[in-house]
C-alpha cells in the first residue's frame, strides 16, 4: 500500500494497480513498479511501513485497527494495544444490571475461549469414538460376543486423555497460558525435531 503526504499529513491511499492523478498530472500504474523509491517520494507517494509489533494472534486476542500517520516524512501504521479475548462465560447483563434474557426466558451466556476449547475437545473425542460404538452395541446385543481389548483400551484411552485435556485448559490462569497449551515446540533435536504441544494429542487405535 502506498500514501500520497502532503505537509506531513496523509491525504490519500493507494493500492498500486492503477494510474494516479495528483494535482495537474497523471501518472501511470507503473510508478508504483518500475519507479524508484526516490522517485515516487519525489512526487509525494510513500510506501506505507506498518508496525505489527503489537498485533497478536487473532485466534487469542483482538487487534486493534491500524492507525496510521507521518513519521520523519514516511507513512507509518502501527497497531494498538490487543484485548485479549474473552477467557471465562461472562453472564449477559441488561443496562439496569439485571440478567439479559433469551426468548425462552434463559440467562444469556458469551462463551469463554475456555468454553470453546472444551467443546471442540468434546468433539474431536467424540469423533474418534464414533467409528467404534458398533463394537459396544454388539457386545450389548450378542450375549457371546466381547469388545475386543485393543479397542477397549483405546476408547478409555481417548476418554482420559480428552478429560486431561480439558482439565488443562481449565487451568489457565489466562489468555496467554491458554495459548501455550497449543504452541507446538520442539522437544527432539534440529537433527531430528520432534514437534508436540502441551496439550497433548489424542491416542489413535493403533496405538
Do not use: C, H
Amino acid at each position: 500500500m502506498f500514501a500520497l503526504i502532503d505537509n506531513q499529513k496523509i491525504t490519500k491511499f493507494y493500492s498500486g494497480n492503477k494510474g494516479v492523478i495528483i494535482g495537474d498530472n497523471q501518472y501511470p500504474k507503473s510508478i508504483f513498479t518500475l519507479w524508484s523509491e526516490a522517485q515516487r517520494n519525489a512526487i509525494g507517494i510513500f510506501e506505507v511501513t506498518v508496525d505489527t509489533t503489537n498485533k497478536k494472534d487473532e485466534q487469542w486476542y483482538i487487534n486493534t485497527n491500524v492507525s496510521y500517520g507521518v513519521e520523519s516524512n514516511k507513512a507509518v501504521g502501527s497497531y494498538g494495544v490487543a484485548t485479549p479475548k474473552l477467557l471465562e462465560d461472562r453472564n449477559e447483563t441488561n443496562e439496569d444490571g439485571s440478567p439479559m434474557l433469551d426468548a425462552d426466558g434463559n440467562q444469556v451466556v458469551t462463551k469463554g475461549l475456555k468454553s470453546q476449547k472444551k467443546q471442540i475437545i468434546k468433539s474431536q473425542a467424540s469423533g474418534l469414538l464414533t467409528p467404534t460404538d458398533w463394537y459396544v452395541l454388539k457386545a450389548t446385543d450378542v450375549e457371546d460376543y466381547s469388545v475386543p481389548s485393543a479397542v477397549s483400551t483405546f476408547r478409555a484411552n481417548v476418554r482420559t486423555r480428552s478429560n486431561e485435556m480439558e482439565t488443562a485448559i481449565d487451568n489457565a490462569s489466562d489468555v496467554d497460558a491458554l495459548a501455550t497449551l497449543y504452541a507446538y515446540v520442539n522437544t527432539g533435536t534440529e537433527e531430528n525435531p520432534v514437534y508436540e504441544r502441551p496439550l497433548g494429542e489424542f491416542p489413535t487405535l493403533e496405538s
